[in-house]
Structures are given as structure tokens and as C-alpha cells.
């Protein structure tokens, strides 16, 4: 299993950026996709999660309302749309598969990329 994220950069505060998550080695379709953060020196956490079928998204309350996932199932990908972006929303972001629930927590994802850097300057 393969899940490989990119389009992170560098973008200036306000700015916009759209991450993706190209999953193989899986039946995607059976997965909720879920993206964390994890910022220089904190801990990993949760920013948002798509279920299966697309239907139900729960969103990290510091990015509820900038920030939609989204995914593709055709095409084997996930998105993270980010708009209005915030120096802190610097971080390394992962997507992360999951057989299960799709939930908030890191600890139930099966599957994880390895991380694409988002750094937003002041």
C-alpha cells in the first residue's frame, strides 16, 4: 500500500493551496481517508476526514470552514483544499487510510503517506 501526498509550498498568509493523497495498493473505495498535521516540535494532529463514500467529512475545529476534503474514488485520491491560510498552519501534512471509521484519532489509520510540507509565511 502507497499513499502519496503532494502539493504542499510555500504560500503567503491568505493564500490557497490544494493537497492530494494518490492512494495504490488498496481498494480505495472501501477506505476513509483521513489528513493530519504535524507542526516543528508539536505532535501529530488531526485536521480532517472524508468517509468511504464521500458522504461525511468531520473537520479540526481550527480549520472547520477553510479547509474541505474531498476525494476521487475513480481516481484513487483524496484533497485537502486550503483557503485563507495562517502561519500556523505550517506543518508537514499526512494523508492516512483507514478501514474502519475515519475518525480524529491517529491510532486507528491503517495506511499513511509519507508527508508533504506546507509552510505558510507572515
Known amino acids: 500500500v502507497q499513499l502519496q501526498a503532494s502539493g504542499g509550498g510555500l504560500v503567503q498568509a491568505g493564500g490557497s493551496l490544494r493537497l492530494s493523497c494518490a492512494a495504490s495498493?488498496?481498494?480505495?473505495?472501501?477506505?476513509?481517508m483521513g489528513w493530519f498535521r504535524q507542526a516543528s516540535g508539536q505532535e501529530r494532529e488531526f485536521v480532517a476526514a472524508?468517509?468511504?463514500?464521500?458522504?461525511?467529512?468531520i473537520y479540526a475545529d481550527s480549520v472547520k470552514g477553510r479547509f474541505t476534503v474531498s476525494r476521487d474514488n475513480a481516481k484513487n485520491a483524496a484533497y485537502l483544499q486550503m483557503i485563507s491560510l495562517k502561519p500556523e498552519d505550517t506543518a508537514v501534512y499526512y494523508c492516512?487510510?483507514?478501514?474502519?471509521?475515519?475518525?480524529?484519532?491517529?491510532?486507528?489509520?491503517?495506511?499513511w503517506g509519507q508527508g508533504t510540507l506546507v509552510t505558510v509565511s507572515s
Open positions: 492516512a487510510a483507514d478501514v474502519n471509521s475515519g475518525s480524529r484519532y491517529s491510532y486507528e489509520y491503517d495506511y
Open positions: 495498493g488498496l481498494t480505495f473505495g472501501n477506505y476513509n
Open positions: 472524508i468517509s468511504w463514500s464521500g458522504r461525511s467529512t
